[in-house]
């Protein structure tokens, strides 16, 4: 983990009376787990966290909230900067912030404080060195880490003639360089163009074939969907639902589905579609259809007529399964 300083908690407002989504059981595997058991967190009067229960293992989760709500807390709770009011985190076996739990972590947390003075190599070399690296080996590995990262050719300038993606990598080099079981990533992408969103999004989508887990919270959700095995949503201070999106989705009958498609007469096709009892409703464009339709049987039937329609249908295009959608959906 990065020795350096944490930056203010996050207070939330206290929580509201929205239902919870029930929340999906996560494939973990038989590794350790970076496990939140009914973990609550006040600051004063103000409930940043209430009851929250989830785990990560050897994966990719996402952390997913409005801003205020608290997910730093949760990354802080996780690295040992703070403590629970109730309940209990652990990193495997060991309670967060102790010395083997702290071992076991890398953290990148949402404030930038790298020392511009001194280069990517010698930086990350003096992190490792609170991990109980010797002089030498830690340059060596900092430069490893800095050369898998994409940095090799700029390690040795000074971090203030970096640019945001660069100094991004040297955050992720020191979060990673002590080969941590799991990682904590608070809103890496920020600030960053998007080639150097896409090659942090491979980064992190590599890391459990490499055996770390990783928590990553992000207000850039349709790049995060991209990036995670499942999500965890956190509204007012309380777990709302986590799971696939997929599945977050699934367990949204009541909202409409909305899909677009393409096909041939799209006046003709819009009018025997609205013939459908579980079409609501239906849009016509200049070349497409935006349709909102509720049942499950909604699909075969589409099937069959796609098979028998003129000119055939060409695009079936899903509106709202991704995460912005369904976040949008639970939390209004």
Known sequence: MSALPPSAPTSAPAPGSRPEVVATSPDRGSGP???????????????ALLDVSFAVGCEVVGLVGKNGVGKSTLMKLAAGLLRPSQGEVRVG????????????????????RLYDELSGVTFVAWMLRYHGYGAAAARQRAADVLVELGLGEHMHRRIREYSKGMR????????LAHRPRFLLLDEPMTGLDPVARAELAQRIRAL?????GVLVSSHVLHELETVVDRVVLVH???LL????????????????HRLRLVGARPRELAARL????????????????EVAVAGADFY??????????PGGLHEIVPLDDDLASVFGYLVG
């Open 33 to 47: 787990t970076l496990q939140f058991d009914h973990v609550t967190k006040w600051y004063g009067r103000i409930a």
């Open 93 to 112: 076996p060991d309670p967060a912030g102790s010395v083997r739990a702290r071992s076991n972590l890398g953290f990148s947390p949402d404030v930038e």
């Open 168 to 175: 991004q990598r040297v955050r992720l080099a020191q979060a």
């Open 208 to 212: 459990p074939q490499q055996g770390t």
């Open 236 to 238: 007012q201070g309380r």
């Open 241 to 256: 639902a986590q799971g696939k999106v997929h599945e977050l989705r699934a367990q949204l009958p009541a909202q409409p």
């Open 274 to 289: 609205l013939s459908w009892p579980q079409v609501q409703s239906v849009r016509v464009h200049d070349d497409s259809l």
């Open 300 to 309: 075969a039937e589409l099937t069959r007529l796609g098979a028998e329609w």
